[in-house]
């Protein structure tokens, strides 16, 4: 489950997606079904919330991962490459890895 939390340890993946509008709902569906199919089966996955933007231009991947060698490792499996390289073919895209600096909410009113 997606805990977003400052001090939790995991890594974090921020992918960025820059799709054709025509092209969006697949793209989705691609990383869906890479996730569901090949991330959840990798040591050290986390979660993944995958989210479409209202335009149609962009899709972007908010995922945990326990370490970053594990991520790392991740990207070094085969199924993982495949999903990876199908994603590459329809989207331009720009990973950024991080780790969470703060987490504020509106608190009670």
Not at 21 to 32: M, P
Not at 51 to 67: F, I
Not at 69 to 86: P, Q, T, V
Request: net charge neutral; glycine share 6%; charged share 25%.
């Amino acid at each position: 489950m997606t805990t977003i939390e400052k001090g939790n340890g995991v890594l974090t993946l921020v992918n960025v997606f820059t799709v054709d509008q025509d092209k969006q709902d697949q793209l989705v569906d691609l990383l869906v079904r890479a996730t569901n199919e090949v991330m959840k089966r990798q040591p050290g996955f986390v979660s993944a919330s995958i989210h479409r933007s209202l335009d149609g231009k962009k899709v972007v991947n908010y995922a945990q991962w326990a370490s970053l060698e594990m991520f790392e490792a991740m990207k070094r499996n085969d199924e993982a490459a495949s999903h990876m390289k199908a994603a590459a073919s329809l989207a331009t895209f720009d990973p950024i890895l991080c780790s969470v600096s703060e987490t504020i909410g509106a608190g009670p009113r």
